[in-house]
């Protein structure tokens, strides 16, 4: 029998009927995980709502320790809390699994940002080390509603840390996609996540120009489609690397302030800043690179589990890419490496030397016992 069991299901499925078979049919087994756009597995993948994914720890495996905090009324307190007792529990270096639902209020909306909780973990280490990757869970792509499994109940406003013994080391590949289309910019204006302007215009008619495109009187959809506004990191004017971004994806538009609200706080006054276009062709070439990069971790017998946290605007049903880049991830997985997918709302790994929250972005992680840590692809 299984001693740990992480699942993920479409959010056509009830979480709470889901939860009442699977201790029907395997007992009284600890479950953590929770709603998923869509999921993968070496046999199948999709995201039609009706997914279930089922991830069995037994005898032989690793067994993390959880650890749960309430994202309400505060992300930040939470995301301290969960790292106070992340820290009571993790051993130095320890990897870390956060899982959190993303939505926070359907109507309207207004999702947990990565970023505080994540802001708020840090805070709670209080300069304890781990290895901290995850992912924000999500019912459908359109951003409806979220959900995690802990304790044996469907939870929302919940972040939930596994704690893997100290044996276990991660290995991580960020895949990106997206390529300036625009000089640097000033970030002129902004109160939380909501950009009003870049370069003392307003951020709106600055993003429409640069593309080329109108957007009328609309909420601005179109933009989380198109673009996202990046952060390069290190030297702003040295060679172009995909991996020197953060990239922020577009939430809404408003175009009586003619601002725009992006899905995570975190870019400050005074940032620079460039409109990065999604590119589909990079974003498989992307794949193709960072696979081939984690060959060898995927290859050592001591792989116990390969996790591909994928958010859900790369699927080609909302990115229009003419392959699902899915497909280039399990065409570069070697024989026998244990693994599974789902599609999420934001994505952690770590990125210049900590872990922060990503968009549009695929994490692919490598868990391994036994083995000498690796540094992050």
Wanted: charged share 20%.
């Amino acid at each position: 029998m299984p001693r740990l069991l992480i699942v993920f299901c479409g959010g056509k499925l009830d979480g709470e009927t889901v939860l009442r078979v699977l201790h029907e049919r395997l007992g009284p087994v600890p479950v953590v995980g929770g709603a998923a756009a869509g999921a993968v597995s070496r046999a199948a993948f999709g995201y039609s709502g009706l997914e279930l994914l089922v991830l069995a720890f037994g005898e032989d495996d690793p067994l993390p320790q959880i650890v749960s905090a309430e994202l309400l009324p505060d992300e930040v307190a939470g995301g301290r809390l969960l790292g106070e007792r992340v820290r009571a529990t993790a051993a130095p270096d320890a990897t870390v699994l956060m899982l959190f639902d993303s939505v926070a209020s359907r109507s309207p909306l207004r999702l947990h940002p990565g970023s505080l909780i994540v802001e708020g973990f840090g805070q709670g280490l209080d300069g304890h080390p781990v290895r901290l990757v995850g992912g924000g869970t999500l019912t459908d792509m359109n951003l409806s509603d979220g959900w995690v499994f802990h304790d044996g109940q469907v939870h929302r406003h919940l972040a939930v840390a596994l704690v893997f013994p100290p044996e276990v080391t991660v290995e991580t590949a960020i895949l990106h996609g997206c390529r300036p289309v625009s000089t640097f910019m000033e970030i002129t204006r902004v109160e939380g996540a909501e950009v009003y302007e870049l370069d003392g215009q307003p951020a709106l008619g600055v993003i429409e120009r640069m593309l080329g495109l109108s957007l009328g009187a609309t909420r601005g959809q179109e933009l989380s489609l198109l673009a996202t506004l990046g952060q390069k990191q290190g030297d702003p004017f040295g060679d172009y690397d995909e991996n020197d971004y953060v990239n922020r994806l577009i939430l809404s538009a408003n175009p009586e302030t003619g601002s725009v609200t992006l899905f995570e706080p975190d870019f400050r006054q005074g940032a620079l800043v460039q409109i990065m276009a999604r590119d589909n062709m990079l974003m498989l070439d992307s794949v193709r690179a960072g696979m081939a990069g984690l060959h060898s971790a995927l290859s050592d017998p001591s792989c116990f589990l390969a996790l591909y946290i994928d958010c859900a605007g790369r699927a080609s049903a909302r990115s229009g890419a003419p392959v699902e880049e899915v497909e280039m991830v399990l065409r570069g997985l070697p024989p026998g490496v244990p693994f599974a997918g789902f599609y999420s709302g934001v994505e952690i790994a770590p990125f210049e030397g900590y872990s922060r929250p990503l968009d549009w972005t695929g994490v692919m992680t490598v868990l391994r016992v036994g083995e000498g840590r690796a540094e992050d692809a």
